[in-house]
């Protein structure tokens, strides 16, 4: 569901990250703001006004037709508290991911492109071949995370290694440190979590049934 606009379109994306794109500009506006992005050929081939792109996991909805490469999007003053893109700055590198397509492969999980919360980056060193990043664990989404479980970090996929009362573990492969803004992340910097919404389902039903109790 695209928010940022004002208009609400049912999108769904699946964590799996087709390319980045560099942060050409972020101005602020009366509302929120508007962010540039220069698009790569092979996001850029294609989009029209309107459409939904999940911009380090948050959907937004393309504002105006793809010059040059160049993007626009509409941001409300809710995506920027909410989310870590008011943290941008010119040359930063966003994880991409177009709405997933009906008759499309589904390589990750449902990934509704609302972020719920964000996070700090505690730990990202290599270990062998691959890498191990630790992220602090906001209080509020530690009962949507199970050990081996899905989570969306900045838009990906990816599967909670180790759990612990205020930080979970996630191993990080070769190609995916290499294809998204993992390779420029640092320890520090903020990350959009959004948690599995089949989680979300089940806490609502059991509330229901139970009570809040």
């Given at each position: 569901m695209a928010s940022d606009g004002g208009e609400f379109v049912e999108t769904m994306?699946?964590?799996i990250v087709e390319a980045t794109g560099e942060v050409?500009?972020?101005?602020?506006?009366?509302?929120?703001?508007?962010?540039?992005?220069?698009?790569?050929?092979?996001?850029a081939d294609g989009l029209a006004v309107g459409d939904s792109l999940a911009v380090n996991g948050c959907c937004l909805t393309l504002a105006g037709p793809v010059v040059e490469g160049r993007a626009r999007f509409d941001l409300l003053g809710e995506t920027l508290r909410r989310t870590?893109?008011?943290?941008?700055?010119?040359?930063?590198?966003?994880?991409?991911?177009?709405?997933?397509?009906?008759d499309s492969r589904f390589g990750g999980h449902f990934v509704l492109g609302?972020?719920?919360d964000t996070t700090r980056v505690l730990e990202l060193a290599p270990e062998g071949d691959n890498h191990r990043l630790v992220l602090a664990l906001p209080a509020a989404m530690a009962r949507y995370l199970v050990p081996k479980g899905s989570v969306t970090v900045d838009?990906?996929?990816?599967?909670?290694?180790?759990?612990?009362?205020?930080?979970?573990?996630?191993?990080i492969?070769?190609?995916?440190?290499?294809?998204?803004?993992?390779?420029?992340?640092?320890?520090?910097?903020?990350?959009?979590?959004?948690?599995?919404?089949?989680?979300?389902?089940?806490?609502?039903l059991l509330?229901?049934?139970l009570g809040d109790g």
């Open positions: 994306f699946t964590g050409a500009g972020l101005t602020a506006t009366a509302v929120g703001g508007v962010l540039e992005l220069e698009l790569p050929r092979s996001m870590n893109l008011g943290d941008l700055a010119a040359g930063e590198l966003v994880n991409l991911e177009r709405a997933m397509r009906a609302h972020v719920d838009g990906m996929s990816l599967t909670v290694a180790q759990l612990e009362q205020d930080r979970l573990t996630i191993w492969t070769p190609h995916t440190h290499r294809a998204t803004n993992l390779c420029r992340r640092s320890v520090g910097q903020r990350v959009n979590l959004e948690v599995d919404i089949l989680a979300k389902h089940v806490e609502r509330e229901a049934r």
